[in-house]
């Protein structure tokens, strides 16, 4: 009989692991998301070109989606893991050598993010939705994305001090370098698990196999946003999710950083220190969250997230002349946003098929997601023909937009008992 004073970091050694890997690995990313920004907007200070580099690392989520879902649905996950980790070690390589000519063409740095950051969406994809569930039992699933998402949240906290560090003090080639070494710690764990792919198939049940093929990629993905949008709870999900990532008040926005950076003058480092700030909150907010699904209802804590997010985010522009006081009132914000996130993991983790996590995944992802390069490139035109302050002004609305849909979801989740059900024994 499992001890129940015991974690489930104590008694799962599989997952133990698991975590420790993807978190230096998450951490090499968080680095390179927050330098990437930075070395282009220190470079050029034009908040086109900015949102550019924005729209490199977030279109992958959106044009990818087909072939990203469709990959881990049918193929060895473990194989899917090995090739996107050493595919990304590629891209990064490239972009080490592009740098070091100091060419001043930006489509090849961007073209290069843009396939890292696929095999990225590929790569989290599975380790997110099809093997944390698979390492865990479902009495378990709870702590385990507590304990991930923590993790993510703490990477937040460190990763942007060490990236404006880096940038202040080494330049862009030591943060991808960095990155590049995080990606061995992913590498070991996969490399160690040899039975990864029957561990998935055990949870999952075994899979028909299929070969890549356009139409088999079409398919699968039509079945998927079929699936998506006829259903009564995901339908007014994305659309939440599509508002909430189409604002400028979310962190490392274009808006963000062209108003830290170029607007206040901070430094890298500087600019650093406020997303981890960003990330302390975020971590506040995780901690509370599990704390407020575990006491109520699922709606309860999802809807007043959102309104607690949306409020506290435009009370921050009221104080866009004072940066430091804006930048405090910006980070409570991170704890609704906290909140929000981890009523999200579960509605996606719980009220999927199991083998169409993949894809149906990834399907959400397209449709919320491909707000955000939209997103950025409205962020360029108004810092460049109006000001940053109205670009955050039109992202409190949309805050706003969150928190109806937040009420949609909220009650689309009340009339699914079975689901309910699902979701109580996980937590």
Known sequence: MISKTKSLISRNGVFR???AASSVSLLGNNIFDIAIPLYIVQRTHDPMVLSAANIALTLPFFVMAPLTGFTV????KRRIMLFSDLGQVFCLLLLLVYDYYTLNHFWPIFAIIFAAKTLMITFETVATFQLIPALVSDHDLNEANSWFLSSQRLIQILGPLIAGILMSTRGIQTCVI?????????????????NLNEIIIKSEGPSIKKTLSIGGVVDSFIDSIKFVWHSPLFKPFILMMFVWNFSALIPNTPSLIYYFTVEK???SAE???VASL???FGILGL??????YRKYNFHGPFVYGTVFLATMGTLSILFYDQPYVLTAIFAISRIGSSTVTMGTFFLRQTNIPKGKIGGTNAALRMFFMSSAPLSALLQGFLIKHFSVKVSLIIGSLLLWATVWYSFKVA?????LPKKRKVLAKAA
């Open 17 to 19: 692991n698991f975590l």
């Open 73 to 76: 649905d049918n193929f060895n």
């Open 287 to 292: 901690l509370l969250s599990g704390k407020l």
């Open 178 to 194: 960095a990155n590049i070494v995080s990606f061995l710690a992913t590498l070991f764990f996969v490399l160690k698990l040899k």
């Open 271 to 273: 600019y650093g220190t």
């Open 265 to 267: 003058h901070f430094t």
């Open 411 to 415: 009650k689309a989740y009340l009339i």
């Open 278 to 280: 960003f990330g302390f």
